[in-house]
């Protein structure tokens, strides 16, 4: 017999205790894993072997669903998809979870604030748990620090202090508050136009966060900032800058609102000042819907005869998101090529040579398990 959860009163606001809904043990806040991609969840595991994944919209249920399912299967998708619910495993979702006091609030609102968080819990039976729990725990073991916010939950920042989390990569403090204040948008495209590639960088994928929470709510307003972002690179002599990222991360969050705006990138493929970052962009986009812009191999595969390292690097990565066997003959020829472009990926940037890209590429195309994207 499960034990009631244990009631708290802060002010007027009651909350519960977080506990499994399996066995009712008490659970630790959700943490990101340090091999977190883009769109990925933070997750959890109970003592009784049941995951968890938490959505902080409480609107990605399904998403939340896929996340907890794979990550109980240590990350095996094949094995994930042949499971059949109720034989191989029981589910349930607690609602009303707020990631920053770590409670449950029944009434949806504590201090002021709109909770809407959710936790969806994975059980899978004895026999899949004892084969997969050890490489769970190992990448929990390896988890990023947790996501709890050194900011009271209410914190309006201003536009130092954005930057400041920016070039920490503190991703969840801008992401909780981007609920309550919508101006995060505009401190963040300040930072687009940064000299510093790796802060720029990290503000472009801080911005799809974020706009990925606004756009829940106020999808118009971030339907504006793309199209303000994208007719910025129309202006003549312009670079891109953080621009072309920012529109890629915003679509990669939210592809079911926003892939719209894609074929409006393609133009720019002309460019060639403008040509790496737009495939930059599409890159990132394929990593997590590739299927959204399939029919786009044939037209970058002539990409690949180009001399420049960056559009060389850029489009090996696209076509080997979008497991295109047709590049295969056309990547095998830039194996050889040793000059390294910049990749960014969880916050940092790393150096690549473009016949490393290229050898990558091929491994998905040959290996369609190994792609890194993940099904919404």
């Given at each position: 017999?499960?034990?009631?959860?244990?009631?708290?009163?802060?002010?007027?606001?009651?909350?519960?205790?977080?506990?499994?809904?399996?066995?009712?043990?008490p659970l630790e806040r959700p943490a990101e894993l340090k091999s977190r991609r883009p769109g990925?969840?933070?997750?959890?595991?109970?003592?009784?072997?049941?995951v968890y994944a938490f959505d902080v919209t409480g609107h990605n249920l399904g998403s939340a669903f896929i996340e907890a399912l794979v990550f109980?299967?240590?990350?095996?998708?094949?094995?994930?998809?042949?499971?059949?619910?109720?034989?191989?495993?029981?589910?349930?979702?607690?609602?009303?979870?707020?990631?920053e006091s770590h409670y449950i609030v029944p009434s949806g609102s504590y201090e002021g604030r709109r909770i809407s968080g959710a936790l969806y819990f994975i059980r899978l039976q004895k026999d899949i748990r004892e084969a997969a729990g050890e490489g769970v725990q190992k990448r929990l073991?390896?988890?990023?620090?947790?996501?709890?916010?050194?900011?009271?939950?209410?914190?309006?920042?201003?536009?130092?202090?954005?930057?400041?989390?920016?070039a920490d990569y503190q991703l969840n403090p801008l992401m909780m508050a981007a609920g309550r204040d919508k101006k995060i948008v505009r401190h963040l495209q300040r930072l687009l136009y940064s000299g510093d590639d790796l802060l720029r960088s990290r503000a472009a994928d801080i911005l799809g966060n974020v706009s990925s929470?606004?756009?829940?709510?106020?999808?118009?307003?971030?339907?504006?900032l793309l199209q303000i972002l994208l007719n910025s690179l129309s202006t003549?002599?312009?670079?891109?800058?953080?621009?072309?990222?920012?529109?890629?991360?915003?679509?990669?969050?939210?592809?079911?609102l926003f892939a719209g705006y894609i074929p409006a990138m393609y133009q720019f493929l002309g460019d060639e000042s403008l040509r790496p970052g737009i495939l930059r962009a599409l890159a990132r986009i394929s990593m997590g819907r590739p299927e959204l812009i399939r029919?786009?191999?044939?037209?970058?595969?002539?990409?690949?005869?180009?001399?420049?390292?960056?559009t060389l690097g850029y489009t090996a990565c696209l076509l080997g998101n979008l497991g295109a066997r047709e590049a295969v003959s056309d990547l095998e020829k830039i194996l050889g090529?040793?000059?390294?472009?910049?990749?960014?990926?969880n916050g940092e940037i790393a150096k690549h040579s473009v016949g490393r890209l290229a050898k990558e590429a091929l491994g998905k195309i040959q290996n369609p398990e190994s792609r890194s994207q993940k099904p919404e």
């Open positions: 017999m499960k034990r009631p959860l244990q009631n708290v009163y802060f002010g007027r606001d009651p909350v519960k205790s977080v506990t499994c809904p399996f066995c009712s043990g990925e969840m933070p997750v959890g595991s109970c003592g009784c072997g049941a109980g299967c240590n990350m095996d998708w094949d094995l994930a998809w042949n499971l059949y619910p109720e034989e191989d495993y029981l589910e349930s979702l607690v609602e009303n979870y707020d990631l073991d390896q988890k990023a620090p947790p996501l709890s916010a050194p900011w009271p939950a209410e914190k309006i920042f201003s536009k130092e202090e954005v930057s400041e989390l920016v929470v606004i756009a829940r709510k106020d999808p118009g307003a971030i339907s504006n003549p002599g312009s670079s891109g800058w953080g621009s072309i990222d920012a529109a890629g991360e915003i679509i990669l969050h939210s592809p079911d029919n786009l191999s044939f037209r970058v595969m002539p990409l690949l005869a180009k001399s420049d390292p960056e090529d040793q000059r390294e472009i910049d990749i960014y990926n």
